[in-house]
């Protein structure tokens, strides 16, 4: 199988690798071979911070530029920084207040190559359920609302259970839970 | 009772730490560094839960690190030293001589590079400094190999005697990779020292002769090589000479790898794999040479294995002008000069997997520059701030850490190297003291800083009566890269209690007079303090002046930083002067346009209150839950 292609993005400080390491955790656990890139050192202090992860056989950890299937974003305009990532076809799950409108030049670019950009209000989710901090969670809820390949919803959670020990566990699944369901309900309104 | 295998997402230095300890490796010492942190603090979680017998330290810096490793190595016990590439600069020296005393147990030096630079000062090639130091060295090309070559680094050690260098660059020491492993059984060695004089504390004519002998070990050690099939080689021959092959080693051969396959390209064009760039194993390179028309080198960073491929006129690569002498060699480029050289031979290029056109669109998104900040609550910033305000004309040396992002405040002016805030601010001193001069110029370290290289440059200053402010930025850990202990605490690096070492008993050791102790939030006493250390510095009987800005870091010590949180929130009094979020620079206040005033995003805030002090026009308050009152702070 070639390997799917995620690439990971937002800011120093958001949980980037956190929500990387839930990804690997599900796909492990379903049996596949997993490489990634991780960012650390100083660019994890507020700037820029992107994450790589090839589910399947891979030798490098590195996306190359149009090969990646999904792009999850923590952050907007870092979703936008790593445009040149997405392959055709691909989807976009991005952490936005709400829906903004495209520039023409950008959605035209987006038509033309088949890319889909979904957008959720995950970190204000999060903060109104007393978490602002873990929009990384509501964002992956809302990714495990739509896709099912390379790995889904059951797998997600599974791998937040193994993964979450403390007492921050219901809330942190409460809000897993809160983005799958903004996802169900979009999809109804699809 | 046998356990059963195991299997865990590692971290690149993990997988390293693994085959350490299935290597035996009984030391391990360090300094931490983007991006090598990871393997003492992995190699000491592996080794408690399989119950090896380990003893790592985080060392004060890695010259020091390298002659612990080394005499654990000479006792008979296999050991390890890791560093960053930059860390090896400071190592060379104990390395250059270990490698011709030679070692009696396995003696592994990790050097992780940093190709980009993504967290370095400089992208240099750990290669080259093993060939200047005439040290074998492997170059990995992913968690699992790299795993697998430190096992054999440790055998190649011990069997010839020598120190072996593992070069992993930083897409493997932080890429993540599934890996499975065996319970490990301990082999403990018990320490034993032999004297030898002839070898240990050879003299010039004693090292003439270990010279011979280390040349000698790098000939037989270049044999080995050709014959190391593991890590070098290529897949079989197709009949006849092809147009175009490929020598690649570390992260670009995993890349071009990938390419290749994913094109269907891989029979065309045949790759030969070279894991060990030094001593270079020449005769298996001249044999593929001789089967292809011309061959294109991809190597990380600098131009190492091009240059022992004798035939100029078949090599390409980074003398030929086909690979950048900068920057990381991304999959992206890697297509590139692919690209670039199957056309010069006339073979097919590579499909097109991205669009030029992103790349003007992303041109005209103009995205903004998300640049590395300090932490909201972050102590060096209300130091920072309070050094502009006290002395803004001064000349501000400064170092590596966190703090160098001091730099968005103003505060920071020069960077050299580790320890250089000190001896760049002797030397500015020295300059314009030869001119009559007497300029402000205010140094600013780290704790962890200054006890891996300050000492020296402080010793050196008061002696030769230089004059400056020095300001240790003391936020009692290594914060960035990654929370490491320091001296300061006495903390050790697995956990236990060492003998703390307090950094103002190193300063008075060095011979200074005036130290003074602040804590950098109550900005109004450390902008006094500061005064009355330039007043000090400047007397014709005075000499340099150390503050000590002693608060501990936000994201280390929660609790203890910010015992007390402040809710905050800026009045509609706020005179839109924007200092807070240009001059303060703090992430947590940001400009609300339709507001018309500066707001503070209650996320981000870490409700330190030290922006309270700041605002000239006292339009920051603190919201008192009970009374339901604003107060106005009385500064």
């Keep these: 199988m070639e390997p799917i292609n995620i690439i990971l993005s937002g800011l120093g400080g958001q949980g980037i690798l956190f929500m990387t390491g839930l990804l690997a955790r599900a796909a492990l656990e379903k049996g596949f071979s997993v490489l990634g890139a991780e960012t650390h050192g100083m660019a994890q202090r507020g700037g820029s911070v992107i994450s790589h992860l090839r589910i399947g056989r891979a030798r490098s950890s590195l996306v190359r530029a149009g090969r990646a299937h999904f792009l999850l974003s923590l952050d907007e305009v870092e979703a936008y920084r790593n445009l040149s990532y997405l392959g055709f076809g691909s989807t976009c799950y991005v952490d936005a207040p709400d829906s903004p409108s495209l520039f023409s030049g950008l959605d035209r670019f987006l038509r033309k190559r088949g890319i889909v950009f979904r957008f959720f209000p995950a970190r204000r989710v999060a903060l109104e359920m007393g978490a602002p901090r873990a929009a990384n969670l509501a964002l992956l809820g809302y990714f495990a609302g739509f896709e099912k390949e390379p790995v889904g919803y059951g797998e997600l959670r599974t791998a937040m259970e193994v993964l979450f020990q403390g007492p921050s566990r219901e809330r942190s699944l409460q809000i897993f839970e809160a983005g799958y369901e903004g996802a169900l309900r979009s999809r109804n309104k699809i | ?635």
């Design chain 2, 1 to 635: 009772m046998s356990r059963s295998s195991r299997t865990e997402f590692l971290l690149g230095n993990g997988a390293i730490a693994l085959g350490l300890l299935e290597a035996g490796c009984q030391v391990i010492s360090s300094y931490p560094g983007t991006p090598s942190s990871e393997i003492l603090p992995e190699a000491h979680r592996i080794a408690e839960s399989e119950g090896l017998p380990l003893y790592v330290e985080w060392s004060v810096n890695e010259k020091v690190a390298l002659d612990v490793a080394f005499a654990a190595a000479v006792t008979g016990k296999r050991a390890a030293c890791c560093m960053k590439q930059v860390g090896l600069n400071v190592a060379l020296d104990s390395l250059m001589s270990a490698a011709y005393m030679g070692t009696v147990g396995g003696l592994v030096v990790i050097s992780c590079d940093d190709p980009g630079p993504h967290s370095s000062q400089t992208e240099q090639d750990t290669r080259l400094l093993a060939r200047a130091a005439k040290v074998p060295v492997f170059d990995p090309s992913c968690p699992e190999e790299a795993r697998e070559m430190v096992r054999t680094a440790m055998e190649i050690s011990e069997e010839f005697r020598i120190p072996v260098i593992l070069r992993p660059a930083i897409r493997v020491c932080h890429a993540r990779q599934d890996l499975c492993w065996d319970p490990i059984p301990p082999r403990p060695r018990r320490a034993e020292f032999q004297r030898n004089p002839t070898r240990w504390a050879a003299t010039p004519r004693f090292r003439l002769k270990l010279h011979e002998e280390l040349n000698g070990k790098l000939k037989r050690i270049e044999e080995r090589f050709a014959t190391l099939y593991r890590f070098n080689g290529s897949d079989p021959a197709a009949e006849g000479v092809v147009p175009l092959g490929i020598i690649a080693g570390g992260v670009p051969f995993a890349v071009v790898k990938d390419l290749l396959e994913e094109e269907g390209r891989e029979k065309e064009v045949p790759v030969l794999k070279i894991g060990t760039p030094y001593p270079f194993p020449e005769s298996l390179a001249e044999e593929f040479l001789s089967r292809c028309e011309k061959v294109l080198v991809l190597e990380e960073t600098d131009a190492v294995m091009e240059v022992f491929l004798r035939d100029r006129r078949k090599v390409w690569g980074r003398l030929s002008g086909h690979v950048p002498w900068e920057g990381e060699l991304i999959p992206q480029r890697i297509a590139e000069v692919l690209d670039r050289a199957l056309r010069d031979v006339g073979l097919d290029p590579l499909e097109a997997s991205s669009d030029p056109e992103v790349f003007h669109l992303m041109e005209r998104l103009q995205l903004p520059v998300r640049r590395p900040t300090l932490c909201p609550g972050c102590p060096h910033r209300a130091a920072f701030y309070a050094i502009r305000k006290a002395l803004p004309k001064a000349i501000f040396t400064s170092d590596i850490g966190c703090y160098t992002l001091g730099l968005n405040l103003g505060a920071v002016d020069t960077c050299l190297d580790m320890g250089a805030a000190i001896t760049m601010a002797s030397g500015f001193s020295q300059a314009f003291a030869q001119d009559g001069e007497l300029r402000p110029i205010v140094a600013t370290i780290g704790d962890s800083t200054f006890y891996h290289s300050g000492t020296a440059g402080l010793l050196n200053a008061v002696y030769n009566d230089a004059r400056f402010l020095l300001v240790i930025l003391d936020n009692q850990v290594t914060a960035m890269t990654g929370m490491q202990p320091t001296p300061g605490l006495g903390v050790r690096a697995d956990g236990s209690l060492g003998k703390a070492v307090p950094l103002e008993r190193v300063v008075e050791g060095c011979g200074v007079q005036f130290l003074r102790i602040v804590d950098p939030y109550e900005i109004p006493s450390l902008v006094r303090t500061l005064k009355e250390g330039w007043d000090y510095v400047r007397e014709p009987q005075g000499g340099i002046a150390v503050i000590i800005a002693r608060h501990p870091c936000v994201l280390a010590y929660r609790e203890e930083a910010i015992p007390q949180k402040k809710r905050l929130k800026i009045l509609e009094t706020c005179k839109e002067c924007r200092l807070c979020i240009e001059r303060f620079e703090c992430p947590a206040i940001l400009f609300d346009e339709e507001a018309g005033r500066a707001a503070i995003d209650p996320v981000l805030c870490a409700g330190c209150g030290v922006c309270l002090q700041v605002c000239p026009n006292k339009s920051i308050v603190e919201v008192k839950e009970e009374a339901g009152q604003e107060a106005p702070h009385k500064g």
